[in-house]
């Protein structure tokens, strides 16, 4: 098979591959990026494999850097962009279930090709568009099937993440697991529990908001991945009520995690310590707190100005699209709409500050300062009084002789 045409992104690369053959090298486009081609599927990272070695890299291009050149890695440096370079490779035992022991650099293609993961990924294509397929994935890409490339067993024993790989390409791609891989899978699932949180997030991510979520989701209960992955023993459920969703692919990891969150039924103490154990950054935790109380709300009410108010309006929107999931029709212009006409954004907005409240009633500082302008914020934000000082300070008044003694 031979590609008709080059994309762009392969075109770019096209000088550093024809300078290698020209120097007497073999020179491919690999990987990800073949794999999305042929599937006509947007391309992220062009990876060009190599018989050159690292330092032969190096005396042939001006401009690199030594991003991985242990593993055999040299980034290009051209005047539009960079490129990986990667040399042919073979790799010996791997004590961590994650990185080998030993790279070992070779002169094959095949030698190299043969350690990748999986057969639509073990696809080269050199100058002329020549694809090199060594493992039948043209005939997997055709039929819709996710095989490991030679035993799958060796393959999950050398890098336990590829069993979380498979199923977030089950759930983006919409693939069937060949039987033997999935089995592997299945018997090897607890090798998971030897990879870093980080890299097991990262992949988890992308299963559930991929197309294909509800297969993706389905194969990680099935194969009981989810057993190794945290806090999620005891979810079987919850996880295949997430599989079920009807609608469009998440378009964000803070929905992925609050539909998750709402589908487990969790509270926010749980929330914040489950996405802790994930590994989650701060700001993703406090996003997806917010969310999933909103969205539970949501699913029951029309929004009010104070829901809203407190939940900014992107969040908000965020809220709104999830919609989708419960069979409910969003209406995201209304949310734009209703927003917009807040008489205040902030708390900052409010026409008297802390120092004016303080000033106008004779109190000790203490915590009625912030009470007073809580309970301020709130009649304004719901439309019982009016953003002016006089008509503030007024109400400020009348709540005051009520509440301080």
């Not at 050149?69 to 960079?82: F, Q, S």
């Not at 991929?210 to 209960?221: D, H, K, P, T």
């Not at 994930?278 to 999933?292: D, F, R």
Request: proline share 4%.
């Amino acid at each position: 098979m031979r590609l008709e045409a080059f994309p762009l992104e392969f075109q770019g690369a096209m000088p550093i591959l024809r300078k290698l053959q020209d120097t007497g090298y073999e020179a491919y486009y690999v990987g990800g990026s073949v794999r999305d081609i042929l599937l006509n599927k947007p391309i992220h990272d062009v990876d060009i494999a190599t018989s050159a070695f690292p330092a032969e890299v190096k005396e042939l291009f001006p401009r690199t850097i030594d991003v991985g050149i242990d593993h055999g890695t040299v980034m290009v440096i051209t005047k539009e962009t960079t490129y990986e370079v990667t040399t042919f490779r073979t790799e010996s035992t791997y004590q961590d279930y994650r990185r080998p022991d030993h790279v070992e650099f070779v002169r094959s293609l095949k030698e190299d090709l043969k350690r990748r993961d999986f057969t639509i990924n073990a696809l080269a294509v050199g100058i002329d568009g020549t694809v090199i397929d060594l493992f039948d994935g043209l005939a997997d890409l055709r039929n819709k099937i996710l095989r490991a490339v030679g035993n799958p067993y060796e393959r999950f024993h050398e890098d336990a993440l590829r069993m979380m790989r498979a199923l977030r390409f089950v759930s983006h791609l919409g693939f069937t697991l060949e039987p033997d891989t999935f089995e592997a899978i299945q018997e090897y699932h607890s090798l998971l529990a030897k990879i870093s949180v980080e890299r097991i997030n990262v992949e988890f991510v992308k299963l559930m908001m991929g197309s294909f979520r509800e297969a993706g989701l389905q194969s990680f209960v099935e194969s009981e991945c989810y057993i190794y992955c945290p806090g999620l023993r005891n979810y079987r459920e919850g996880l295949l009520n997430f599989a079920q969703l009807r609608g469009p692919a998440i378009p964000t990891e803070r929905q992925a995690w609050t539909l998750l969150m709402t589908l487990l039924d969790l509270d926010s103490t749980a929330i914040r310590h489950f996405m802790k154990e994930w590994k989650c950054s701060n700001q993703l935790m406090k996003e997806v707190i917010q969310m999933v109380p909103a969205l539970q709300f949501r699913l029951k009410n029309e929004w009010d100005n104070w829901t809203l108010y407190q939940l900014g309006r992107e969040l908000a929107l965020s809220v709104e699209y999830l919609l989708h999931y419960f069979e409910q029709k969003p209406n995201l212009e209304k949310v734009r709409l209703l927003y917009q006409f807040l008489p205040i954004y902030s708390l900052k907005d409010l026409a008297v500050k802390g120092n004016e409240v303080m000033e106008n009633f004779d109190y000790p500082r203490g915590p009625w300062i912030s009470t007073t302008l809580n309970k301020l914020e709130q009649a304004v934000v719901a439309g019982k009084l009016e953003n002016n000082k006089q008509a503030l300070l007024i109400f400020a008044e009348d709540f005051l002789k009520k509440e301080m003694p």
